[in-house]
Nanobody, 127 residues
Framework: QAELVESGGGSVQAGGSLRLSCAAS????????MGWFRQAPGKEREGVAA???????YYSDSVKGRFTISQDKTTMTVYLQMNSLKLEDTAMYYC?????????????????????WGQGTQVTVSS
């Protein structure tokens, strides 16, 4: 049984919006860090956003001001509201979750290294 299940991907025109959701179950529900990373063909994997249950968020520079991460702690669901989407946002988006320190969760870089992943959801932005 998958512990992280993503939904909400799809196709949208540039400038549009999408909202991704990721529901945690099983051991993933004990995570204190949840977030999203993305992988586009031929590009390096990028940690997009993370949220720590104790408070605090991280955003990569490429999405800051356009994406918002939030969490429903009662259902352990994390959301990624993506606005003003650009062509370069096209990628497979993966939900990641685990227990770690706030410094790791919110420190950027490969914060999701070693984390549980979901199956991914495709986001395609067209002109």
């Amino acid at each position: 049984q998958a512990e992280l299940v993503e939904s909400g991907g799809g196709s949208v025109q540039a400038g549009g919006s999408l909202r991704l959701s990721c529901a945690a179950s099983g051991h993933a529900r004990s995570s204190n860090c949840m977030g999203w990373f993305r992988q586009a063909p031929g590009k390096e994997r990028e940690g997009v956003a993370a949220i720590w249950t104790g408070g605090g968020t991280y955003y990569s520079d490429s999405v800051k001001g356009r994406f918002t991460i939030s969490q429903d702690k009662t259902t352990m669901t994390v959301y990624l509201q993506m606005n003003s989407l650009k062509l370069e946002d096209t990628a497979m988006y993966y939900c990641a979750a685990d227990r770690t320190s706030a410094a790791t969760c919110l420190g950027g870089g490969y914060w999701y290294s070693g984390f549980r992943w979901g199956q991914g959801t495709q986001v395609t932005v067209s002109s």
